[in-house]
């Protein structure tokens, strides 16, 4: 499988835009009186996906809960 190449540019403004839309959600929610909240997001546990996860965990989730997915072709 061919991986994309983001720009260290590019990755970081989609870090940033990641981040912000996480704060507005739970902004939003805590201004509603929110009290539950369900998320859910997902990253790939390998070296390219640390930006990623690390944007993640800056706005609260956590901890990784280890997961698979499986798919059949039809």
């Known amino acids: 499988m061919v991986q994309p190449f983001f720009a260290p540019v590019f990755q970081s403004f989609r870090d940033i835009v990641g981040e912000e839309i996480a704060r507005r959600a739970f902004s939003d929610a805590d201004a509603e009186q929110a009290r539950l909240l369900e998320t859910l997001c997902g990253t790939g546990g390998d070296p ?6 690390r944007a993640y965990e800056k706005v609260g989730f956590g901890p990784a809960i280890p997961s698979v997915s499986l798919y059949r072709l039809l």
Do not use: Q
């Not at 390219?48 to 996860?53: E, F, I, T």
């Open 48 to 53: 390219s996906h640390a930006p990623a996860r």
